[in-house]
């Protein structure tokens, strides 16, 4: 007769999840809060936000600048909240949750008690690039949800290499990895990464197996549609990123500048945690595989002069071990351990307290005029001032981009609702970028849909509008657009005190379209291959 083995659950499990629920918890209704409060005192959307939603509305297996689960978070949001600026933010905020959640469960699978599991959670909950990320709708909230879930798939199965069962968490990482790369192509890197340092290590044994294999074809299925769609498209992405790089689009940093730029990210502050969780990582030896993951991405970020903000993701596991080191030191030391109860506390309370001080730097709490004298007073301006926010006027962009958009759209709404009813039939509305035409396009009404040639609205095409009638908001100027249109007459201007200095423009209207050089009518139908702009 056979018999079934029943292990016992561990009770420790449990209290990691309760204490990780907790700390979630914490952090979603923070943003939720945060997000409410925002919209009180007169922060709007946030340019990209405009353009995710477009996209929504355009379900599709890939995107220009960015993968599909971003679309199908924006599309989930507006048909469940509507308009609501937190509402539209929540999934973010959720996914900023999951992340408190997988770095306290990655402290447990490491080894951590509940001091570790706290101290870490609370690291990443004060995390200002964290704080920043999950405060709007974009992929970046998502990230460390799916790479943390990777790695937490490949820790508990070889911490439970004698459970044949265990095996089947290959499943786990293939279906987070490829979801991942659909959220972000990026992640590919970490991918990569994650493999060398595996074959670099004993850990290597684990990749030679049957569910090893399946979990990877699972992650490539997964994946596969949106290849396929980047072939269809002729490569659209590779060209947008090589666009990039030739227009430095991202600020290209010194190896040093890079690094300063992480610990100024993830806190000044909070560098003790994540510093000593890659220390101990690197140091054991059933642990390196992880610290080696993270040495390696960082480098291949470093050297391809990615954005600085592109290594956020894969530091929960760093907080997660440096969670556990700090414990173990507490407990090493007699003087400590003999007050071990308040020595957390006080440690934690310097974190929350220099985590407050600079808070307004990642989340606008404040009305323009009162930030810009706090960080003024405080010396925080120096800290926002860079040779990219230099020209954002008075607030940086992370900040100006949240202004402006309801007055631009109110001023072309009111040149559209001008026009008689049979012109407003051939009317069409020309962007210079996909904010503008997302911000058309969502709080418009009854605008016809904006065209642009920036990233995916290019793919978009010209909606069957030929030049006849034009709504233009560009920077040019009426002799330039004389050269394409009978008449071009000036009827607004955009851009507010506080919005990025490029969204002050003007606005025209542009009517008749004269004839070419051989004779034939201006078309924006033919022209449309010359406004491809992928950048």
């Keep these: 007769m056979a018999t079934t083995v029943v292990r016992p659950a561990d009770p420790t499990l449990h209290a990691a999840l309760r204490l990780a629920l907790l700390f979630a918890a914490i952090k979603l209704v923070l943003h939720v809060a945060a997000n409410l409060w925002e919209a009180h005192i007169g922060y709007g959307y946030f340019r990209d936000e405009f353009y995710y939603i477009a996209c929504g509305r355009h379900l599709d297996f890939g995107y220009v600048d960015h993968g599909p689960i971003v679309a199908l978070q924006a599309r989930a949001s507006e048909l469940l909240f509507g308009r609501s600026l937190a509402g539209l933010r ?114 290597r044994r684990i990749l030679f197996t049957k569910w090893a294999a399946i979990g990877t074809a699972v992650l490539i299925l997964i994946a596969l549609p949106n290849l396929l769609w980047q072939i269809h498209n002729h490569w659209p992405t590779l060209e947008f990123l090589r666009n990039g790089q030739l227009g430095n689009k991202s600020i290209k940093l010194s190896p040093i500048a890079f690094t300063l730029k992480q610990i100024l990210n993830m806190g000044p502050l909070l560098a003790f945690i994540w510093v000593a969780g890659l220390v101990r990582l690197l140091r054991r030896k059933e642990d390196r595989w992880l610290g080696i993951t993270f040495v390696l991405f960082f480098a291949i970020m470093m050297l391809e002069h990615a954005k600085d903000y592109y290594v956020s993701p894969v530091y929960p596991i760093l907080f997660a071990a440096g969670g556990i080191a700090w414990e ?28 407050i001080f600079i808070l307004p730097l990642a989340l606008p709490l404040m009305p323009p005029a009162q930030w810009l004298a706090y960080t003024h007073a405080t010396g925080l301006d120096h800290i926002t001032t860079n040779s990219e926010t230099n020209s954002s006027g008075p607030l940086p962009q ?138």
């Design 90 to 203: 929540f999934l973010s905020a959720l996914a900023g949750a999951a992340r408190i959640f997988l770095t306290g469960i990655l402290a447990w699978a490491l080894g951590g008690r509940r001091p570790a599991q706290g101290l870490a959670m609370l690291g990443v909950l004060l995390v200002p690039q964290y704080l920043g990320t999950d405060s709007f709708l974009s992929m970046n909230s998502c990230e460390s949800m799916f790479w943390m879930t990777c790695l937490l798939a490949l820790i508990l199965l070889l911490k439970n290499e004698a459970d044949a069962n265990s095996q089947k968490l290959w499943l786990l990482f293939g279906i987070s990895g490829g979801i991942g790369v659909l959220n972000k192509p990026s992640m590919t890197f970490f991918l990569i990464a994650l493999l060398i340092a595996l074959i670099l290590t004993p850990q």
């Design 328 to 355: 173990a030191q507490f407990a090493a030391r007699k003087w400590v351990r003999q007050d071990r109860a308040i020595a957390f506390p006080i440690y934690a309370t310097i974190l929350v307290l220099g985590a």
């Design 398 to 535: 992370f900040f100006a981009d949240r202004f402006g958009w309801q007055e631009e759209v109110d001023q072309i709404q009111r040149v559209y609702d001008s026009l008689p009813p049979e012109q407003q039939k051939i009317t069409g509305i020309v962007a210079e970028n996909y904010g503008e035409a997302g911000a058309v396009d969502f709080l418009g009404h009854n605008l016809p849909p904006a065209l642009s040639g920036q990233n995916n609205y290019f793919l978009w095409g010209p909606h069957g509008y030929n030049g006849d009638s034009m709504i233009v908001v560009e920077h040019t100027t009426r002799e330039h657009l004389l050269n394409f249109c009978d008449h071009v007459e000036v009827v607004g201007h955009t851009g507010t005190t506080y919005s990025m200095p490029f969204e002050h423009k003007t606005i025209f209207l542009c009517t008749g379209r004269k004839l070419d050089a051989d004779g034939h009518r201006f078309s924006l139908l033919e022209q449309w291959p010359s406004k491809k702009d992928f950048f």
